[in-house]
């Protein structure tokens, strides 16, 4: 009776799964849909959500370049440094709210403009990795003319790289390379940020059928005052090909100026990134070549989605940078100041700061050009890692930022200091080319989507067992079957066994989570933002975690200088990330948690039908 028993709930268990895996696969966002990803992935980041450990991108530490690109890339790293420490104000361009001509002319004739366009267009044709070299020089220098130069070939003409005809980009990338025309990445409106699909700027086809008809604006564009060419997406009327209804389609078009109808706001005045130019673009009745579609007609989504994934490494090596260059600061003031007879790097408080600066940028580092060199040889799954790289980067540089300033003390809020410009400037990165609130849904929503997948079949594969009883345990091994027992431990350096085995003991302990989680609440998935949130931080320390290891081992095995240094950086790392995994894990669907999460959402119900902060002032008045 009691086999009986424990059969009836395996394959309840069983129908469960396949019902909510259905149901929460169903329920995922368009914007997350749209995301293709495979149903078997080499990614780690992928399968960790499995509880799975795919090792063969994470591990060995990937290293891309020739001996000829190392030479190449050595010789652009000093004039480059050269011309933002001797030439380049970044000081006098945040107070003037411009980057100057003279440094425009300069950075065009140092090729800045151009880095990635292959040198037959007359770009420099850098790799991913060279790229993110050079980008974290302006990151350390200028964060300003950093954006003013990412904008332009990070997203502003990066769709013609990536997505562009032959024609297309013999005819706009030596222009924009060479810096005589400037590129823009033109999506965001009034009523769409993060919901790309809302946009409402709207193109029709002449009755000839010879060009498309643009009207409609953009907010908040980088180098929209400047730009001669601009990357503008735009709602479409395309035919259904199973219904035969015309519906609204997002379609990505090439936009000059020079076409007539395209106006510009004044440049808007900023927090920070003053230097950079930002403004509103209007299109109206802007004549655009049917040559001029970029990509697929209908396909604009997909367009702008390719660009921004392919686009992201790049912020975690200019942060870098910058996290770089005030850690140096703050070291050398903490080594210059005396204070109770003592140099102020001696004390605990101190020391403990200087630490986790330097952690939080070694794993900025770590995930950046992990990122940048996988990417070069040819990886194509990377949408989850580039986000994780994205978040990280713009938390930690904030961090960075705000822990240079404490140890400074009244110094550090001093502008001399050039501490106060960093922060301002590093404020926006949490928020553009994709909130880190939405980009935490989607590292949760696509691992689960892949999870779910595989869920999905072994659900299937279990409603034809013979399956006896089942506990979360017992369900967890039936379900994932991978031995992850020498995954980690068997790829790294003898010293770092220690660290490995706490990345080991983490990967399965998410996998499962995700299993429950999944199973739980099926299409109820999207709607526990609360949960997804909480699993997004365990990607992005599982994920910067292993990076780390892999970095660290790579180091000890070519026997670096600083390997033993870094050995203490990655146990660091590795050490702090997986206790806050297991508690993270531990607490979050426990009735304690659970409940608090039905507090955030009635206090924030109530203060929203108040209008803000509700309770009573302690004096009554």
Same mark, same amino acid.
């Given at each position: 009776?009691?086999s009986?028993?424990c ?9 469960q799964?396949r019902?909510?895996v ?12 749209q ?11 992928l399968n ?21 690109q190392?030479?190449?890339?050595r ?8 011309f ?9 361009n945040?107070?003037?709210a ?30 991913n990795?060279?790229?993110a ?14 954006i ?21 980009k ?11 025309w400037v ?10 940020g ?17 060009h498309?008809?643009l ?6 564009i ?11 997406f ?13 519906v ?24 920070g990134i003053?230097?950079s ?6 299109f ?6 049917k040559?001029?579609?970029?990509g697929d ?6 367009v ?17 940078g910058s ?37 939080a940028c ?9 990122l ?7 990886? %194509?799954?990377?949408?989850? /890692?580039?986000?994780i @790289?994205? !978040?990280?980067?713009?938390? +930690?540089?904030w961090m960075? *930022? ?28 949490r928020?553009?080319?994709g ?5 935490r849904?989607?590292?949760?929503l ?25 506990s ?7 379900f ?5 027992s ?8 003898p ?13 399965p302990?998410?996998g499962?989570?995700? %299993?429950?989680f999944l199973? /739980?609440?099926?299409? @109820?998935? !999207?709607?526990?933002?609360? +949960?997804?949130?909480?699993? *997004?931080?365990?990607?992005i ?15 000890l095995?070519?026997?670096?200088p600083?390997?033993?240094h ?10 702090e ?18 409940d ?15 209008g ?10």
């Amino acid at each position: 009776m009691a086999s009986s028993l424990c059969r009836q709930v395996a394959k309840s268990c069983a129908n469960q799964a396949r019902k909510s895996v259905v149901q929460s696969m169903a329920a995922v966002p368009t914007t997350i849909q749209q995301r293709s990803i495979s149903d078997e992935s080499p990614s780690f980041a992928l399968n960790m959500f499995r509880g799975d450990i795919k090792t063969s991108e994470v591990f060995p530490y990937p290293q891309v370049l020739s001996g000829e690109q190392s030479d190449e890339t050595r010789m652009l790293v000093d004039p480059t440094t050269k011309f933002f420490e001797d030439v380049n104000d970044a000081a006098h361009n945040d107070d003037v709210a411009e980057v100057p001509a003279d440094i425009m002319k300069g950075l065009a004739e140092l090729g800045a403009f151009g880095l990635q366009v292959p040198a037959s267009h007359g770009g420099l044709g850098l790799t991913n990795t060279q790229y993110a070299r050079l980008t974290e020089i302006v990151g350390a220098h200028d964060l300003g003319v950093g954006i003013q130069i990412g904008a332009h070939q990070s997203i502003g003409f990066k769709g013609i790289l990536l997505c562009g005809t032959e024609e297309q980009k013999a005819k706009y990338l030596p222009k924009v390379a060479s810096g005589e025309w400037v590129a823009a990445f033109c999506l965001t409106e009034p009523t769409s940020g993060s919901d790309a699909n809302s946009i409402r700027c709207r193109a029709v086809p002449s009755e000839d059928g010879s060009h498309y008809i643009l009207n409609g604006g953009k907010i908040w564009i980088s180098n929209g005052s400047i730009a001669e060419v601009m990357t503008v997406f735009a709602q479409t009327p395309v035919k259904d090909e199973k219904t035969g209804k015309t519906v609204d389609k997002v379609t990505a078009f090439i936009v000059q100026r020079s076409f007539g109808g395209v106006t510009s706001g004044a440049p808007e005045k900023k927090m920070g990134i003053k230097a950079s130019n930002t403004s509103e673009v209007y299109f109206d009745n802007v004549k655009i070549p049917k040559e001029n579609v970029l990509g697929d007609y209908g396909k604009g989504f997909k367009v702008a989605m390719n660009i921004l994934n392919n686009g992201r490494f790049g912020m975690g090596a200019a942060l870098t940078g910058s996290m770089k260059k005030m850690i140096a600061q703050a070291t050398q003031f903490a080594t210059d100041r005396t204070q109770f007879n003592q140099k102020i790097e001696s004390f605990g408080a101190i020391q403990e700061k200087l630490a986790r600066m330097s952690a939080a940028c070694y794993m900025t580092e770590s995930i950046a050009y992990m990122l940048s060199s996988n990417m070069d040889r040819g990886v %194509t799954e990377f949408q989850v /890692e580039a986000a994780i @790289g994205k !978040v990280f980067a713009s938390e +930690a540089a904030w961090m960075v *930022a705000d822990e240079a300033i404490q140890i400074h003390g009244g110094m550090g809020f001093m502008k001399e200091t050039g501490l106060e410009r960093v922060v301002r400037d590093l404020r926006i990165f949490r928020i553009f080319e994709g909130t880190n609130e939405i980009l935490r849904l989607l590292i949760a929503l696509t691992g689960c989507q892949y999870a779910g997948v595989a869920l999905k079949q072994q659900a299937k594969a279990m409603g034809k067992l013979d399956v006896g009883a089942i506990s979360d345990y017992t369900r967890r091994q039936l379900f994932w079957s991978t031995d992850n027992s020498t995954g980690i431990s068997g790829s790294v350096h003898p010293d770092m066994l220690y660290a490995a085995k706490l990345a080991e003991r983490c990967v399965p302990a998410f996998g499962a989570a995700i %299993t429950s989680f999944l199973s /739980e609440h099926g299409k @109820g998935i !999207v709607d526990q933002q609360f +949960a997804l949130k909480h699993y *997004a931080n365990c990607a992005i320390d599982l994920y910067g975690m292993v990076a780390s290891i892999s970095r660290c081992s790579h180091a000890l095995e070519q026997g670096l200088p600083t390997a033993q240094h870094e050995k203490v950086l990655a146990e660091f790392i590795a050490t702090e990330s997986s206790t806050r995994i297991m508690n993270t894990l531990k607490s979050i669907g426990s009735i304690e948690q659970l409940d608090n999460y039905q507090r955030m959402t009635h206090l924030a119900k109530q203060m929203v039908e108040q209008g803000g902060y509700v309770a009573t002032h302690p004096l009554g008045f």
